[in-house]
Nanobody, 126 residues
Framework: QVQLVESGGGLVQAGGSLRLSCAASGRSLSRYAMGWFRQAPGQEREFVAAISRSAGSIYYASPVKGRFIISRDNAKNTVYLQMNSLKPEDTAVYYC???????????????????WGQGTQVTVSS
């Protein structure tokens, strides 16, 4: 199985940027479609972005489209989430997740993912 560790979270002012990283160990990340999800206090975990194994398919949730960019470096076994123009409503714990699938598969539901990281807190102040 694969182990995932997120990093890069923190406190940032509205309008600022952060880059989250998700480092994988145990197995090659190239075997997995990857996704980012977030969960704010009292709310359900929601989809943020997903990228297929080949990076040929990428999807974003509407609230982050045009502001966030998901990417992957299979050689470094790492997935990234570049977050720009951050808003207070982006405040949440951000999780990366891995899903086995075909080369162009992406998932947008938490139930479609097999492995999860522990999460990293992102706080955006107004």
């Amino acid at each position: 199985q694969v182990q995932l560790v997120e990093s890069g979270g923190g406190l940032v002012q509205a309008g600022g940027s952060l880059r989250l990283s998700c480092a994988a160990s145990g197995r090659s990340l190239s075997r997995y479609a990857m996704g980012w999800f977030r969960q704010a206090p009292g709310q359900e975990r929601e989809f943020v972005a997903a990228i297929s194994r080949s990076a040929g398919s990428i999807y974003y949730a509407s609230p982050v489209k045009g502001r966030f960019i998901i990417s992957r470096d299979n050689a470094k076994n790492t997935v990234y989430l570049q977050m720009n123009s951050l808003k207070p409503e982006d405040t949440a714990v951000y999780y990366c997740a891995a899903a086995l699938g075909s080369s162009d598969y992406t998932g947008r539901l938490p139930s479609e993912y097999d492995y999860w990281g522990q999460g990293t807190q992102v706080t955006v102040s107004s």
